[in-house]
């Protein structure tokens, strides 16, 4: 079982940066077969953001390429999702996931969340 730890979020103007962390209180996320970040805004359906297999291949939902990337330090065991160019749009409680199986996909159900981490993003 894994037990992830959001941290990182707050308030930023458009434009700016933000760092997620996602740490793996049990469990080791250089192991899991795929991590992803997520994110819902309030009255909105949760969006999956980014996910990472465990051999490396990435993918970003379209309304974040080429602004957010997602990583891990297998030595720290955390996930991190490095948030540039941000947007009031982007406002939302933003999550770590993890699934042990195939397929690592953002519309595939993920065994495993945090609790969450919020971010704002003003105009």
């Known amino acids: 079982q894994v037990q992830l730890v959001e941290s990182g979020g707050g308030s930023v103007q458009a434009g700016g940066s933000l760092r997620l962390s996602c740490a793996a209180a049990?469990?080791?996320?250089?192991?899991?077969?795929?991590m992803g970040w997520f994110r819902q805004a309030p009255g909105k359906e949760r969006e999956g953001v980014a996910s990472r297999r465990n051999d490396g291949i990435i993918s970003y939902a379209n309304s974040v390429k080429g602004r957010f990337t997602i990583s891990q330090d297998n030595a720290k065991n955390t996930l991190y999702l490095q948030m540039n160019f941000l947007k009031p749009e982007d406002t939302a409680m933003y999550y770590c996931?993890?699934?042990?199986?195939?397929?690592?996909?953002?519309?595939?159900?993920?065994?495993?969340w945090g609790q969450g981490t919020q971010v704002t993003v003003s105009s």
């Open positions: 996931a993890a699934r042990r199986s195939s397929p690592c996909a953002l519309w595939a159900i993920f065994d495993y």
């Open positions: 049990s469990g080791y996320i250089y192991s899991t077969y795929c």
